[in-house]
Protein backbone atom coordinates (compact mmCIF):
# COMPACT_ATOMS: atom_id res chain seq x y z
CA UNK A 1 0.00 0.00 0.00
CA UNK A 2 1.32 3.48 -0.84
CA UNK A 3 1.16 6.06 1.61
CA UNK A 4 2.68 10.00 1.57
CA UNK A 5 2.70 12.00 4.64
CA UNK A 6 3.08 15.20 4.82
CA UNK A 7 5.17 17.41 7.86
CA UNK A 8 6.72 20.39 8.66
CA UNK A 9 3.93 23.15 8.15
CA UNK A 10 3.00 25.99 10.39
CA UNK A 11 2.61 29.23 11.16
CA UNK A 12 5.73 31.31 9.78
CA UNK A 13 6.38 35.48 9.35
CA UNK A 14 6.17 36.78 5.82
CA UNK A 15 9.91 36.77 4.60
CA UNK A 16 10.53 33.62 6.88
CA UNK A 17 11.62 29.50 5.45
CA UNK A 18 9.98 26.74 6.02
CA UNK A 19 11.04 22.64 5.09
CA UNK A 20 8.27 20.55 4.57
CA UNK A 21 8.90 16.53 4.01
CA UNK A 22 6.95 13.93 3.00
CA UNK A 23 7.71 10.37 3.91
CA UNK A 24 6.87 7.41 1.49
CA UNK A 25 6.27 4.13 1.72
CA UNK A 26 5.05 1.56 -0.22
CA UNK A 27 7.00 3.44 -3.08
CA UNK A 28 10.53 4.58 -4.21
CA UNK A 29 10.82 8.27 -4.33
CA UNK A 30 13.85 8.20 -6.53
CA UNK A 31 12.12 5.38 -8.79
CA UNK A 32 9.29 7.91 -9.44
CA UNK A 33 8.43 12.08 -10.58
CA UNK A 34 7.28 13.45 -7.59
CA UNK A 35 5.34 16.98 -7.00
CA UNK A 36 4.31 19.40 -4.67
CA UNK A 37 0.71 20.36 -5.54
CA UNK A 38 -0.68 23.33 -2.93
CA UNK A 39 -4.39 24.68 -2.42
CA UNK A 40 -4.96 28.11 -0.88
CA UNK A 41 -7.81 28.29 1.69
CA UNK A 42 -11.38 27.88 -0.13
CA UNK A 43 -9.18 27.73 -3.34
CA UNK A 44 -8.67 25.17 -6.10
CA UNK A 45 -5.37 23.41 -6.95
CA UNK A 46 -1.86 24.44 -7.63
CA UNK A 47 1.07 22.54 -8.70
CA UNK A 48 3.98 23.88 -6.97
CA UNK A 49 7.02 21.44 -8.51
CA UNK A 50 8.50 18.50 -9.53
CA UNK A 51 11.38 16.41 -9.54
CA UNK A 52 12.03 13.72 -11.37
CA UNK A 53 13.56 10.58 -11.18
CA UNK A 54 16.79 11.53 -12.41
CA UNK A 55 17.10 14.83 -10.85
CA UNK A 56 15.54 17.80 -12.87
CA UNK A 57 13.50 20.03 -11.12
CA UNK A 58 10.63 22.44 -12.08
CA UNK A 59 8.49 25.04 -10.79
CA UNK A 60 5.53 26.91 -11.01
CA UNK A 61 6.43 30.69 -11.84
CA UNK A 62 4.85 32.04 -8.57
CA UNK A 63 7.92 30.18 -6.40
CA UNK A 64 10.58 29.84 -8.89
CA UNK A 65 14.11 31.19 -7.35
CA UNK A 66 12.23 30.91 -3.61
CA UNK A 67 11.17 27.17 -3.57
CA UNK A 68 13.85 24.63 -4.03
CA UNK A 69 12.74 20.85 -4.26
CA UNK A 70 14.76 17.33 -3.33
CA UNK A 71 14.62 14.30 -2.39
CA UNK A 72 16.89 12.33 0.53
CA UNK A 73 16.79 9.08 -1.22
CA UNK A 74 18.12 6.97 2.26
CA UNK A 75 15.07 8.20 4.43
CA UNK A 76 12.86 7.86 1.05
CA UNK A 77 11.29 11.43 1.52
CA UNK A 78 10.81 14.40 -0.56
CA UNK A 79 11.28 17.83 0.52
CA UNK A 80 10.05 21.28 -0.43
CA UNK A 81 12.56 23.92 1.19
CA UNK A 82 10.61 27.28 1.10
CA UNK A 83 12.24 30.73 1.67
CA UNK A 84 11.29 34.07 1.39
CA UNK A 85 7.22 33.21 2.18
CA UNK A 86 5.08 35.65 1.17
CA UNK A 87 1.38 35.55 2.33
CA UNK A 88 0.20 34.25 -0.86
CA UNK A 89 2.25 31.30 -0.16
CA UNK A 90 -0.47 30.34 2.84
CA UNK A 91 -2.41 26.61 2.05
CA UNK A 92 -2.26 23.21 2.37
CA UNK A 93 0.68 21.67 0.58
CA UNK A 94 0.10 17.91 -0.43
CA UNK A 95 2.98 15.86 -2.23
CA UNK A 96 1.97 13.79 -5.16
CA UNK A 97 3.62 10.79 -6.91
CA UNK A 98 3.42 11.32 -10.45
CA UNK A 99 2.22 9.20 -13.44
CA UNK A 100 4.29 10.45 -16.09
CA UNK A 101 4.26 9.58 -19.97
CA UNK A 102 5.56 11.12 -23.33
CA UNK A 103 2.00 12.64 -23.52
CA UNK A 104 0.78 13.55 -20.44
CA UNK A 105 1.23 13.33 -16.80
CA UNK A 106 -1.13 12.98 -13.37
CA UNK A 107 -1.33 12.54 -9.86
CA UNK A 108 -2.05 8.76 -8.64
CA UNK A 109 -0.87 8.86 -4.72
CA UNK A 110 -1.90 11.84 -2.38
CA UNK A 111 -0.92 12.48 0.87
CA UNK A 112 -2.96 14.20 3.53
CA UNK A 113 -1.36 17.62 3.08
CA UNK A 114 0.31 19.70 5.55
CA UNK A 115 -0.93 23.73 5.82
CA UNK A 116 1.27 26.08 5.73
CA UNK A 117 0.63 29.59 7.06
CA UNK A 118 2.13 32.95 6.04
CA UNK A 119 0.99 35.73 8.73
CA UNK A 120 2.52 38.50 10.92
CA UNK B 1 -0.98 30.74 -21.43
CA UNK B 2 -3.31 27.80 -21.39
CA UNK B 3 -6.48 28.14 -19.18
CA UNK B 4 -8.97 25.41 -18.54
CA UNK B 5 -12.51 26.48 -17.70
CA UNK B 6 -14.29 25.27 -15.33
CA UNK B 7 -17.88 26.18 -13.76
CA UNK B 8 -18.34 26.98 -10.46
CA UNK B 9 -21.15 24.51 -9.81
CA UNK B 10 -23.30 22.08 -10.69
CA UNK B 11 -26.40 20.34 -9.06
CA UNK B 12 -28.15 17.04 -9.96
CA UNK B 13 -30.85 15.20 -8.16
CA UNK B 14 -29.79 11.75 -6.70
CA UNK B 15 -29.66 8.93 -9.53
CA UNK B 16 -29.62 11.40 -12.12
CA UNK B 17 -26.16 12.03 -14.43
CA UNK B 18 -24.36 14.63 -13.87
CA UNK B 19 -21.58 16.18 -16.21
CA UNK B 20 -18.71 18.45 -15.48
CA UNK B 21 -16.91 20.45 -18.04
CA UNK B 22 -13.34 21.27 -18.82
CA UNK B 23 -13.19 24.13 -21.27
CA UNK B 24 -10.02 24.86 -22.96
CA UNK B 25 -8.32 25.86 -26.37
CA UNK B 26 -8.41 22.98 -28.41
CA UNK B 27 -8.37 20.72 -25.17
CA UNK B 28 -8.91 17.47 -27.49
CA UNK B 29 -5.51 17.67 -28.78
CA UNK B 30 -4.51 17.20 -24.63
CA UNK B 31 -4.84 14.18 -22.03
CA UNK B 32 -6.98 15.18 -19.31
CA UNK B 33 -7.07 13.43 -16.17
CA UNK B 34 -9.86 14.50 -12.94
CA UNK B 35 -9.62 14.54 -9.15
CA UNK B 36 -12.24 14.12 -6.66
CA UNK B 37 -11.86 16.10 -3.57
CA UNK B 38 -14.35 15.99 -0.85
CA UNK B 39 -14.34 17.65 1.80
CA UNK B 40 -11.49 18.01 4.14
CA UNK B 41 -9.78 15.39 2.39
CA UNK B 42 -6.35 14.79 0.08
CA UNK B 43 -7.73 14.74 -4.06
CA UNK B 44 -8.85 11.51 -5.13
CA UNK B 45 -7.87 10.42 -9.51
CA UNK B 46 -11.40 9.26 -10.61
CA UNK B 47 -10.20 9.66 -14.77
CA UNK B 48 -7.07 9.70 -16.07
CA UNK B 49 -6.28 9.64 -19.61
CA UNK B 50 -9.74 11.26 -20.65
CA UNK B 51 -11.77 8.00 -19.74
CA UNK B 52 -9.76 5.55 -17.91
CA UNK B 53 -10.85 4.65 -14.49
CA UNK B 54 -8.12 3.62 -11.76
CA UNK B 55 -8.84 0.67 -9.41
CA UNK B 56 -11.69 0.92 -7.20
CA UNK B 57 -13.45 3.87 -8.96
CA UNK B 58 -17.07 2.71 -9.93
CA UNK B 59 -17.98 2.78 -13.51
CA UNK B 60 -20.36 5.20 -12.97
CA UNK B 61 -17.79 7.60 -13.52
CA UNK B 62 -16.45 8.12 -17.30
CA UNK B 63 -14.98 10.83 -19.20
CA UNK B 64 -14.43 12.28 -22.97
CA UNK B 65 -12.63 14.85 -24.47
CA UNK B 66 -12.85 16.15 -27.50
CA UNK B 67 -13.04 19.87 -29.84
CA UNK B 68 -12.31 22.43 -26.45
CA UNK B 69 -14.58 19.80 -24.21
CA UNK B 70 -13.80 17.86 -22.06
CA UNK B 71 -16.11 16.04 -20.05
CA UNK B 72 -17.07 14.28 -17.08
CA UNK B 73 -19.66 12.38 -16.52
CA UNK B 74 -21.20 10.81 -13.31
CA UNK B 75 -24.13 8.37 -13.32
CA UNK B 76 -26.49 7.45 -10.83
CA UNK B 77 -25.35 10.39 -8.93
CA UNK B 78 -25.11 9.12 -5.03
CA UNK B 79 -25.08 11.45 -1.80
CA UNK B 80 -21.72 10.83 -1.53
CA UNK B 81 -20.28 11.75 -4.89
CA UNK B 82 -20.73 15.72 -3.24
CA UNK B 83 -17.26 16.87 -4.08
CA UNK B 84 -15.19 19.38 -6.08
CA UNK B 85 -13.53 18.21 -9.28
CA UNK B 86 -10.91 18.98 -10.84
CA UNK B 87 -9.70 18.83 -14.33
CA UNK B 88 -5.47 18.82 -15.27
CA UNK B 89 -3.88 18.55 -18.12
CA UNK B 90 0.03 18.87 -18.73
CA UNK B 91 1.75 21.20 -21.04
CA UNK B 92 4.55 19.86 -22.79
CA UNK B 93 5.99 22.79 -23.43
CA UNK B 94 6.75 24.22 -20.43
CA UNK B 95 6.64 20.79 -18.38
CA UNK B 96 3.99 22.60 -15.95
CA UNK B 97 1.11 21.11 -14.56
CA UNK B 98 -2.25 23.25 -15.13
CA UNK B 99 -5.44 22.41 -12.79
CA UNK B 100 -9.19 23.71 -13.51
CA UNK B 101 -10.18 26.39 -11.23
CA UNK B 102 -12.88 23.25 -10.05
CA UNK B 103 -16.84 22.20 -9.95
CA UNK B 104 -18.60 22.36 -6.91
CA UNK B 105 -21.03 19.31 -7.16
CA UNK B 106 -24.05 19.32 -5.16
CA UNK B 107 -26.41 16.47 -4.89
CA UNK B 108 -29.92 17.95 -4.36
Known amino acids: EVQLVESGGGLIQPGGSLRLSCAASGITVSSNYMSWVRQAPGKGLEWVSVIYSGGSTYYTDSVKGRFAVSRDNSKNTLSLQMDSLRAEDTAVYYC??????????????WGQGTLVTVSS | SYVLTQSPSVSVAPGKTARITCGGNNIGGNSVHWYQQRPGQAPLLVIY???DRPPGIPERFSGSNSGNTATLTIGRVEAGDEADYYC???????????FGGGTKLTVL
Open chain 1, 96 to 109: ARVRAYTSSWYFDY
Open chain 2, 49 to 51: YDG
Open chain 2, 88 to 98: QVWDSSSDHVL
